[in-house]
């Protein structure tokens, strides 16, 4: 290169898309994301970054129907209800929880049809200065749903209801457009792949994002093996102490959760997250189908760990939990964390995500060591911006400053 061009050679982008593996079913997935690299673009897919027979795979194809959007029509029962039509949807999602941490009047709920069923949804959290000025922020979290349970997941229904999100909130609304897309190990970088060919730009970081995911479809005897070594010991030791587990279930059920939470949190001198105390008046507002489910573990007869369990679609998720001062020494959070894998195994669910590590070392290793060699520690892809005018970016940069101000005191109050 020196000889050819007179001068060394420029150091070689990196690519926010570490490292791509095909696989016939799935299409394609993400392994690793750096917090500060770019994600790959379109030309550099077409000069063989990707094979032919993957951009041939996500390439969308033209909509067949028709294609409508309703926006800011659902009531929280109607949002639940289109939501619990997509295998991807997290608890996140749900209405219940949207409004109890920002409030009705903050949300914009987002559906795009295709002859009158539901192929795209959001809900987004909308932020201006002033009612009326068209400028601000629409910010979607774990967005969009686009995976239905009742078929296999279309690349085109992704393309569409990104599109119908730009034309509502950018081009009408005048907001700058936020999405932070979801840690799936099935379809993380084809989420990424899309934002960048409608020209979002990856923007920034997000705090505490690394997820861990294990691999729930595994045989019991793949899922020990591929544990950590020291997991798999506490898990056998743990499974000698005479621990009982069982879903519980109703306000008695709740009550001991809520203790064991904040014995927990007294014994390591931390805040938990605030919607975590409302979870005694949330839990009765879900329909019994979309109801979380209390796992608890007893010792002699009293509970001495818990968890509640999210399942929607088909991803579940450890929403919370709670131990008391033997749990240690029972290594009670082993057999209670073996006995949920069991359960989502037969329950049909394909992923359990542990979620973040709240930067503890020790909650990062048991973790780790459960998620073994065979699930994904999957960094979530960051924020991706789409913004129509300058004034709305003004806005919405100065709300994301306050976000990161808010996080860092959350790190120095010792708040996961």
Known sequence: YRAKFGKARPPKPKSRIRDITTDEKIGFQIIGIGPREKAMTGKQAQKGKLSERTLKHIEPAAPDGQVTTRVDAFSCDQWNNVI?????????????????????????????????????????????????????LAYARYA????????????????????????????????QLTILPQADPDHCATVVYELERLGFRYRRDVFDNKHYIIDVALNPEEQRISL??????????????GIRIEIASGPRAVDDLMQLNRALCTRKGIVDRSWVNLFPKLYPQFAPAMRPTIVMAYHAGTPTAGVVIGRLGKTASDMFGGTDERALSLRAGYALQWWVINWLRQAGVAWYDLDADAISPGLAQFKSGLVGKAGHILPLPGEYDYCGSDSSRV?????????????TMRVMAGRP
């Open 395 to 407: 806005v919405a940069e100065t709300i994301q400053l306050i976000r990161s101000i808010r996080n």
């Open 144 to 175: 969009p749903l686009w995976q239905r349970k009742d078929r296999r997941s279309d690349r085109a229904d992704l393309r569409l209801t990104l599109q119908a999100m730009i034309r509502t909130y950018v081009v009408e609304r005048g907001l």
């Open 228 to 241: 950590h070594h020291k997991w798999r010991y506490n898990l056998k030791q743990s499974l000698r102490n």
């Open 84 to 136: 619990s039509s997509f295998d991807d949807a997290l608890y996140d999602h749900t209405g219940v929880l949207a409004e109890a941490l920002r409030g009705h009047s903050r949300l914009s709920r987002f559906v795009v049809f295709r002859d009158n069923v539901a192929i795209g949804a959001a809900q987004l959290n909308i932020f201006r200065p002033l009612p009326g000025v068209r400028a601000g």
